[in-house]
């Protein structure tokens, strides 16, 4: 069992580029999300995803894009990296609603110039 | 919209001391509460969930939580800290497929 894993670990943009941040879980959770983390501000939600084929924005989705075509893979696209978009990215997944607790992947950090 | 308050930006305690974080939630339904803790370059760990019944739940790492409805607090304690414990920590609520996190506590620890 692997949890969530998520790729890459670091990786460096040049403003305009676009990525895609990839997130894998193993656990046939339903349930994914994707976090940033920024000094102060705890997490925050950008994107979530109740099942697959289904979406939905959280707190700052702006600038990022998700699809969900199947249960185990969540990727978070960047469409055109801004600096401001330099952050910790985190995946996390859980196998349902309520009383479950997400399990999370080691984060990505981004950073762009 | 419901959040989650932690008071405390950083906490110092000596090793071996006691140790009681705050954590703080907008009034609802009885809340699903969960602790979870940040080592420095890791990902987050779950230590324990609230969700219903005993309002004491034990955690790993020998972590406890307290839920007090009356007060909309779930606090989080340990008897006796180790230098180990020194990381960052956060108590999200869970909102259907959301967590929702406040800007987390984080703790030092001196010899």
């Known amino acids: 069992n692997a949890g969530v894993t998520q790729t890459p670990k670091f990786q460096v943009l040049k403003t305009g580029q676009s990525m895609t941040l990839q997130c894998a879980q193993d656990?046939?959770?339903?349930?994914m999300s994707w976090y940033r983390q920024d000094p102060g501000m705890g997490l925050r939600l950008i994107h979530y995803?109740?099942?697959?084929?289904?979406?939905d924005q959280g707190e700052v989705p702006n600038g990022y894009n998700v699809s969900r075509s199947t249960t185990e893979d969540f990727p978070l696209r960047l469409l055109s990296a801004a600096p401001s978009q330099t952050s910790v990215y985190f995946c996390?997944?859980?196998?349902?609603?309520?009383?479950?607790?997400?399990?999370f992947g080691s984060g990505t950090r981004l950073t762009v110039v | 919209a419901q959040s989650v308050t932690q008071p405390d930006i950083h906490i110092t305690v000596s090793e071996g001391a006691s140790l009681e974080l705050r954590c703080n939630y907008s009034?609802?339904?009885?809340?699903?509460l969960f602790w979870y803790v940040q080592s420095p370059g890791q990902g987050l760990q779950l230590l324990l969930k609230?969700?219903?019944?005993?309002?004491l739940v034990q955690g790993i790492k020998g972590f406890e939580a307290e839920f007090k409805r009356s007060q909309s607090s779930f606090n989080l304690r340990k008897p006796s800290v180790h230098w180990s414990d020194a990381a960052e920590y956060f108590c999200?609520?869970?909102?259907?497929?959301?967590?929702?996190f406040g800007q987390g506590t984080e703790l030092s620890v001196k010899p």
């Open positions: 656990m046939n959770h339903e349930y």
């Open positions: 996390a997944s859980s196998l349902g609603p309520g009383r479950y607790g997400y399990t």
């Open positions: 009034y609802g339904a009885t809340p699903y």
């Open positions: 609230y969700f219903s019944g005993d309002t």
């Open positions: 995803s109740v099942g697959a084929g289904i979406t």
């Open positions: 999200p609520r869970r909102q259907g497929g959301k967590l929702i």
